[in-house]
């Protein structure tokens, strides 16, 4: 069965599962209210994939014309009406399981059931409507201003083989800025920029999808992009979206313009674009090597990185940071295989929704289902360092429920 097909089971699944929820929830209500829910819950639907199916339709067209706000609208409905929809259809799912088994153990041993249906439906679709509603308010949150809530993480690495010239840097990291998605808001992202120029960082290390797909997406930014500072220098890698592969993919001549103008973009804002290609920091009489592949991803994403290419001419036992976009390509060409101290990605976004409560110990995204084992902050391998970005913009959903959009600021220190 192909996965497709799977999808389209699991949509079927969630809308019958919520709408039987729904009925049990208002079975006591006024017939002509409960008449309204039933039939503002099938509104939804019929418009939220109504919606989708034209946008797809018209797709090129949209994205020719830069209206990112209609994908951010039309997705964000779609997206937001499934979650909840799921929440709430799981509850009634689990009703439905209880009672199959009751059933079964009732047949099994010749006794009469229990006259308690009722009471326990309505209480898990009571119990599945409430938490739906607190998603559908985190959500909502997310969209007005949760995905310009802006947040520092901080991370200190020691390391026994950093020079010790470079014991205390301190790197700003940041990833996705995906500028398109951001639709002109200038003032709320530039608190964000703020920010990162605020760290007093030695340097910034920007890893990847700059735009969403066209290099014009950018050139409203770059004097903002160029203010940010840093006191030693600002290097960036690109990212899968920056190639212009899923609009121009069938036009190189605009492809390939749109990105040698997204090439220039950032040397104008003030980035050392590195290419498969890598520079040496120097410190007091001491150097580490800065490396940066061109996107490598996993799961069907490009592959224009050369990891042999990047590493080529530095020194055996030197100490080595790389920024790689896609946190897989650490997984299956770093991880083991290279002396590499410390990767830096990006790129999934944490899915941009998720729970984290450190100090439950509580870390979750659907990145993880998707295949994501290493989807945002500090992992480490023996010797070996990832750190994945949460990314500062966001892509197709226009929310960050959970997850907030994430500046990175880590300090190397000498163990």
Not at 13 to 38: C, H, N, Q, Y
Not at 229 to 257: C, M, T, V, W
Not at 383 to 390: G, K, T
Request: overall charge neutral.
């Amino acid at each position: 069965m192909s996965r497709g097909l799977l999808f389209l089971l699991l949509l079927v699944a969630i809308e019958v599962f919520a709408f039987k929820g729904l009925r049990m929830l208002t079975l006591s209500w006024d017939p002509m209210w409960r008449r309204l829910v039933l039939v503002l819950f099938v509104l939804t639907t019929l418009v939220s994939f109504g919606a989708f199916f034209w946008m797809m339709r018209n797709s090129d067209r949209l994205i020719e014309l830069r209206t990112y706000h209609i994908f951010n609208f039309v997705l964000g409905f779609l997206f937001t009406c499934l979650i909840v929809k799921a929440v709430f259809a799981t509850f009634h799912l689990a009703d439905d399981l209880v009672h199959l088994v009751r059933w079964a153990s009732n047949k099994l041993s010749a006794s009469s059931p229990q006259a308690e249906r009722i009471s326990r439906s309505q209480f898990l679709s009571q119990t599945g409507a409430v938490l739906s509603g607190a998603m559908l308010g985190t959500i909502v949150y997310g969209m007005l201003r949760g995905k310009y809530n802006f947040r520092v993480e901080r991370s200190v690495i020691a390391f026994d083989t950093l020079p010790p010239a470079f014991d205390g840097l301190r790197i700003a990291h940041i990833s996705d800025l995906h500028l398109g998605s951001f639709n002109g808001t200038f003032d709320a992202v530039q608190k964000g920029f703020d920010m990162i120029s605020g760290l007093d960082a030695d340097y910034i290390f920007f890893t990847g999808d700059l735009v969403n797909n066209f290099s014009d997406e950018a050139e409203p930014w770059i004097d903002r992009l160029k203010a940010l500072q840093a006191r030693s220098g600002k290097f960036s890698i690109l990212g899968n979206h920056d190639y212009g592969d899923y609009a121009l993919g069938d036009l190189p001549e605009l492809r390939a313009r749109s990105f040698s103008r997204l090439v220039d973009i950032h040397a104008e804002a003030g980035f050392r674009l590195l290419r498969n290609e890598h520079v040496a920091l120097e410190r007091n009489g001491e150097t580490l090597y800065l490396m940066g592949v061109e996107n490598w991803g996993g799961r069907g994403f490009s592959k224009y990185g050369d990891l042999a290419k990047t590493m080529n001419g530095i020194p055996p036992n030197a100490f080595r940071i790389l920024l790689s976009h896609d946190p897989t390509h650490w997984e299956q060409q770093v991880l083991g295989q290279t002396d590499i101290a410390l990767t830096l990605s990006g790129h999934t976004h944490g899915a941009q929704m998720g729970v984290e409560i450190p100090m439950a110990g509580i870390k979750w995204s659907p990145s993880a289902l998707i295949g994501y084992k290493r989807w945002g902050g500090l992992y480490r391998e023996g010797s070996q360092y990832l750190y994945v970005n949460r990314g500062f913009g966001f892509l197709a959903f226009p929310s960050r429920a959970g997850i907030p959009p994430e500046i990175t600021l880590l300090e190397l220190r000498r163990a």
